[in-house]
């Protein structure tokens, strides 16, 4: 059998557990599992147990090498190592059943391939401030909620609800056969945000940093729009134009 190790570090650090069976023990109990780095060539009938379970329960993770799992930790890591996240995600349909269960006319904020977690945590900042009912991210390729998340957030990543989803398409989908009008954020239209009606159940794309919106999520939405800009740099942060977005929403919906 092998040791139970367990480690929480300081919130600047990220709380983490290491070894396989504290890994399996944890994913077990149910524990809020932001991510998973594994050794390269690990073999054996508990890893692949471990391996099973990361799969089943659609965890992030990582083959790594040994080299990179030292740097994680100076403990007797059993080449796994687990980081925890701060929070607890809701699945996708709890998250939008509770909050159709409440409100009429609810906002969502999807997050496509977003990966720098001070912006992540600006724009759940804002989201709070705004009213999002529930925020929507990728669970392979987004920016975790660490605890510079936390900070940038100013502690909105506890007062908003976020879900993850295995691909954001089949959330766009999940949501317009919920009633729910998709409208994404692109700089290929001619579309602006006052061209758009947000005062109907709504949830608003937000793309990455460098790529924004995938072109086969845009595709999938059912609006386009974009913020017009009146300089010649061609994009806002993905942060101040999330913020541009959501108060306009809240411009329509104050009238």
Not at 140 to 156: E, F, H, L, Q, W
Request: hydrophobic share 45%.
């Amino acid at each position: 059998m092998g040791w139970f190790f367990i480690y929480l570090y300081p919130m600047e650090k990220h709380s983490q557990i290491y070894g396989i069976r504290a890994v399996i023990e944890a994913i077990n109990s149910g524990e809020a599992i932001d991510k998973v780095f594994v050794q390269k060539g690990l073999k054996g009938d508990l890893f692949h147990e471990l391996e099973s379970l990361l799969r089943k329960n659609g965890i992030t993770h990582v083959y790594v090498p040994a080299e990179k799992l030292n740097r994680l930790s100076k403990n007797n890591h059993q080449g796994v190592i687990a980081k925890i996240s701060p929070i607890t995600f809701f699945t996708l349909e709890k998250l939008v059943e509770d909050v159709l269960a409440k409100k009429e006319a609810p906002l969502f904020l999807l997050l496509d391939q977003l990966s720098d977690v001070r912006n992540f945590g600006a724009i759940i900042r804002t989201a709070e401030c705004t009213g999002v009912d529930g925020i929507i991210i990728q669970k392979k390729g987004a920016a975790p909620v660490t605890a510079d998340t936390i900070k940038t957030s100013a502690g909105a990543a506890f007062k908003v609800p976020i879900a993850k989803v295995d691909h954001i398409k089949d959330a766009v989908f999940y949501l317009q056969a919920s009633g729910i009008s998709v409208i994404a954020a692109t700089e290929k239209t001619n579309n602006t945000i006052y061209d758009v009606s947000f005062k109907a159940p709504s949830a608003i794309i937000m793309g990455s940093e460098d790529k924004g919106v995938s072109p086969s999520v845009i595709k999938a939405a059912d609006q386009v729009a974009k913020i017009p800009l009146l300089g010649e740099i061609e994009s806002l942060n993905v942060s101040v134009a999330c913020a541009v977005f959501l108060y306009e929403v809240v411009r329509q919906r104050s009238d």
